[in-house]
């Protein structure tokens, strides 16, 4: 058994957090390749390395001194190293580092020394191997992530290593640069590294046991997810479920190995399973629900549109002329809305609206703003009748308005598009009807 662990910005914040995590490495001889983020927040109004090292490189950048914060930032590791009683200097590191950020080496550059210097303490706090990401993850010239190299170099690196870190969130660029992910994308290194190393088990240590059914600023002490499909969880994590990165299934999926979510404060805890396929029943017939507020739908009118050939994709052309992608577009005889992000389209509004007048000669459009988008997935759903009924009768009861509907051919899901304003009530509403009301019936 061979398990890759990756261990989130506040399961390494402190000296203390460390050494859960050295616990939980060494109470467990498969967990041999390691993958740090940088530290994050050792308490609520901490800020999190990564955000220290982009301020620092801004005032390094504009040519103003930036010794001050730089100095905070080796105090966060300095911290680490003496809480951990290591002998090691981050001398050499920090000299780099301040003579590179002297001569603008770029703003990935500085924010992926977040997790290299945390690397290097967990290299040497484990007596693990250390690699350099900048080695073995590669980026092509556009600056997407190159799957196929990265995987050969990197399968090659870690067969002759019986362990190793491997810190999180950046790679480099084919003139040997440094490039990160986006935010929260040590979660993407995690996955790479299961990948190439063929290994059973990703496990992704973080500071929650797991998904949970429903955002729980909402919901509250909403019940947690025990297993969920790549799939489903795809759905969910678009839709804001954020406790991981949106990107980090894609690697693993190639190889079916399943993302064990587990929570450093509570490792007794079980955590979420994150599978290909299975035949475990979720406990309710969703799985979870989530949303995000800050769409407008532009509605568009025209009579006898069904039998005019081409007329949605001209509508289309406007929206990729314009830059503007499209979330939904459900459709009727003479209607069509298509919904988008609102600050996407704020300020290209006119141009879409002529746009579209001069391509497809509509009778009318209107733009409403303001809308959430919720998504409720589950797959459980497909066999079960009457979800959407229950869904939308709830909604009644509860005095929303619903003003889109769009269940995809999976039937893994249901998009439902509210006001913003009725938000909070809407997802309040849906979970009471399939998760609490089954656990009041128990
Ligand atoms: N340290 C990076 C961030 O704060 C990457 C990560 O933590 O995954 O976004």
Redesign the pocket.
Known sequence: MKKVVKF??SSLASAEQFGKVGNIIRADKSRIYVIP??P?KRFSKDN????MLYACYDLAEAGKPFDKELGAIRERYQEIIDGLKLKMSLDDEFKTIESNFKTKKGRDYA?SR??YLNGRIMAEYLGYSFVDPVDVIFFDEEGNFDDEKTNEVLGIALSKLDNAVVP??YGSMPDGSVK??????????GSIVARAAKVDIYENWTDVSGFLVADPRIIDKPEGIETITYKELRELSYMGAGVL?EDAIFPVRIEGIPINIKNTNAPEDNGTWIVESTCQKSKYIITGIAGKKGFCSINIEKDKMNSEIGFGRKVLNVFEDNGISFEHMPSGIDTLTVFVHQDEFMDKEQRVVSGIHRLAKPDTIEIEADLALIAVVGRGMKSTRGTAGRIFSALAHANVNVKMIDQGSSELNIIIGVANSDFETAIKAIYDIFVTSALDVR
């Open positions: 989130g910005g983020s940088a994050g999190k390395v990564t955000d924010a977040g997790e999180g969130f990160t992910f986006s935010r929260g994308g040590s979660d993407i290194t990165h």
